[in-house]
């Protein structure tokens, strides 16, 4: 899939809170704030979803 078209797929398919958070994120006057790479968004969404607990965990698990 092109670069230029991951990022309107993923959000095409988000469901409940991630679809209302992803409306009131693109509903901003700030178009800077809205993600326009595949990064960005996987960023964004990691950021925003997954608790610093839990990455923390994560990279303790990789560290073993």
């Known amino acids: 899939m092109p670069a230029?078209?991951?990022v309107r797929f993923?959000?095409?398919e988000f469901t409940n809170f991630a679809l209302f958070w992803w409306s009131d994120l693109c509903n901003t006057n700030n178009?800077?704030?809205v993600p326009q790479t595949w990064n960005a968004l996987k960023q964004r969404m990691k950021s925003h979803f997954?608790?610093?607990y839990c990455q923390r965990d994560l990279r303790l698990k990789?560290?073993?």
């Open 10 to 12: 993923a959000t095409s």
């Open 31 to 33: 178009v800077a704030v």
């Open 50 to 52: 997954v608790p610093p």
């Open 4 to 6: 230029e078209h991951r």
């Open 62 to 64: 990789l560290q073993l």
